[in-house]
């Protein structure tokens, strides 16, 4: 069964830091992209970051670009959102979630984990 | 930035009904179109990608059309567990990925 556990969120203050954790497990996770999907409490969805199975292509949300750093290790089947200068406007629930297609990114969304709270406020 | 316009907000309709969702892109997409539904508490499901592709699982139910612009996601006939926020992601101006801001389904 493919699972991704979120883990690391809760309350910040502003300008803080904070790393989440997505550990997976059930599949390959070496040859599948894993990205960092958010909603603010009440609100849609907004996509954060991504990752390449290999780890060679990141990239990010304008919204975040230079404050947030997503990482994985591929010997512990985890990926890493590093939050640095944190922001009200970064309180939301954190998914990881894991691409469609093995090999090719194609940044579909097929698994999701359950979602992790942050929360900066002072 | 890829701008995805869903439409209704919000509806609400009886089990047995047949729904159609939109989703307008600000420009053209191919079928790089996805849709999610999202019931309160839980993590979005993957229904539909590339416009029209069931995600494993998903019941034939749930049908997915369109390509450029425009885009629609249909439930033939509305189950009670249906109720939910759908929501409608683009992919094709990667790195930058947009979803529409949700349409939310009642069933009554």
């Known amino acids: 069964e493919v699972r991704l556990v979120e883990s690391g969120g809760g309350l910040v203050q502003p300008g803080g830091s904070l790393r989440l954790s997505c550990g997976a497990s059930?599949?390959?996770?070496?040859?599948?992209?894993v990205s960092w999907v958010r909603q603010a409490p009440g609100k849609g969805l907004e996509w954060v970051a991504s990752?390449?199975?290999?780890?060679?292509?990141?990239n990010y949300a304008d919204s975040v670009q230079g404050r947030l750093t997503i990482s994985r290790d591929n010997s512990k089947n985890t990926v890493y959102l590093q939050m640095n200068s944190l922001r009200a406007d970064d309180t939301a629930v954190y998914y990881c979630?894991?691409?469609?297609?093995?090999?090719?990114?194609?940044?579909?969304?097929?698994?999701w984990g359950q979602g992790t709270l942050v929360t900066v406020s002072s | 930035e890829v701008v995805l316009t869903q439409s209704p907000a919000t509806l609400s309709l009886s089990p047995g009904e047949r729904v159609t969702l939109s989703c307008r892109a600000s420009?053209?997409?191919?079928?790089?179109l996805a849709w999610y539904q999202q019931k309160p508490g839980q993590a979005p499901r993957l229904l539909i990608y590339d416009a029209s592709n069931r995600a494993t699982g998903v019941p034939d139910r749930f049908s997915g059309s369109g390509s450029g612009t425009d885009f629609s996601l249909t439930i033939s006939s509305l189950e009670p567990e249906d109720s939910a926020v759908y929501y409608c992601?683009?992919?094709?101006?990667?790195?930058?990925?947009?979803f529409g801001q949700g349409t939310r389904l009642e069933i009554k």
């Open positions: 059930g599949f390959p996770f070496n040859s599948y992209g």
């Open positions: 420009q053209s997409i191919n079928r790089y």
């Open positions: 992601q683009q992919r094709s101006s990667w790195p930058a990925i947009t």
């Open positions: 979630a894991k691409d469609l297609y093995s090999g090719s990114n194609v940044w579909y969304f097929e698994k």
């Open positions: 990752i390449s199975g290999g780890g060679g292509t990141i």
